[in-house]
């Protein structure tokens, strides 16, 4: 008798247990934002600095192979950037090209050019080969992005834009230094370096 | 551990099968709640995860006006200089390269726990000695050369942060004695500015 009773008792209501879990399931996928491919994909090199990347108004620069990707968050931003930048450059852009420009990954193309890399499909603009950002000093669109995105950040947030480099563990110094040379043109004098995750000993 | 209902084919309305109807209406969900629990697992690991660390570096403000730069003169008992090289080679010294103080010649060291790591803590420890001053650390000034990468850099930043250095700052010129302890031609950087950082 007492081992009938043992097998009655084995299988449990699951139903509570699977309403939590599905909750919680609902909540992560919400919550989770869907990972934009990298134009440029850099090994960028570990640090034990556990501090995050801020989710909103940042600006990423990506630095690998002596060119500069320019990448900023926020719909609305990267549009206000655009216009700011078509008057600037004389460049226009319909609206069609604004909305793509306004959902698409980083870029590194001269302004001039930017048209056809949004004309592409998202997945044939990988493939390109992108020459990076003009950054001399006799073409510097980089600062002139970096410019308006921070005019765009304030306008619409209220709040100064926070520049992150993303550099390529390889990369060069002289490039690294071109690029905060020409943050610090702009007394942007406190930025961050985006750095992988280092284990505690090493 | 199946108890699936299982229709009865239907169309009999016989009142024995109604009965064994309410005896097994129990779906296993035990299944489903591993694959939930699963997933969970997954996005709860990749949304946290995803974020890139960063590291904060504040540089000081450059006038564009060259004279207006002016040059901070620090005691040179309390400045370690560390040169960073092409092929991870690093060169420290401790005061002035023409007159080290004693154990402060230069001397390779390699990056990371066992190298560079040791000499800043026995340094910083040294330099509180001498300056008896808590506020009066340790000045440490960063020369990357022009064949240095940007890990070296980023590593060298790290290793500031771990040891802990009040006062660190990132410097651009070369001497031409310094360029001859890396042992290459790198040309001295044009243009630079001292740039110093305080630890934030």
Known sequence: ?202 | MAELNTGDGGGKKGSKKVRSKKGNNKVDLTAMVDLAFLLITFFMLTTTLSKPQSMNLGLPDKDPDKDKNKDVKVDENRTMTILLGDNNKLVRYVGLLATPVSGGAPKDFVYGKDGIRKELLSRKEAVLQYTGNKDKGMIVIIKPSKKSNYRNLVDILDEMAIVNVPTYAIVNDFTPEETKLLGENAAPVENAVPAEVPNP
Not at chain 1, 24 to 40: R, S, W, Y
Not at chain 1, 49 to 56: H, R, Y
């Open chain 1, 1 to 202: 008798m007492a081992i009938k009773m043992k097998k009655k008792s084995t299988s449990t209501d699951m139903t509570a247990m699977c309403d939590v879990a599905f909750l919680l399931l609902t909540f992560f996928i919400l919550t989770a934002t869907a990972k934009v491919p990298e134009v440029m994909p850099v090994d960028t090199p570990a640090s034990t600095v556990q501090t995050k990347l801020p989710e909103k108004d940042l600006a990423t620069l990506t630095v690998g192979n002596g060119k500069v990707f320019f990448d900023v968050k926020g719909k609305d931003i990267r549009k206000r950037t655009l216009e700011l930048m078509s008057n600037k450059y004389g460049v226009k852009f319909s609206d069609d090209d604004q909305n793509k420009f306004a959902i698409m990954e980083s870029f590194g193309v001269p302004i001039q050019s930017l048209k056809q890399i949004l004309d592409m499909k998202p997945s044939e603009r990988s493939k390109v080969q992108q020459p990076g950002i003009p950054k001399d000093s006799l073409d510097n669109q980089l600062a002139d992005w970096i410019q308006n995105a921070r005019i765009a950040n304030i306008e619409i947030q209220d709040k100064e834009l926070q520049i992150a480099i993303k550099g390529d563990a390889k990369e060069e110094y002289p490039v690294i230094r071109r690029v905060m040379d020409i943050l610090q043109d702009q007394k942007i004098n406190n930025f961050s370096l985006v750095t992988g995750l280092r284990g505690k000993e090493k």
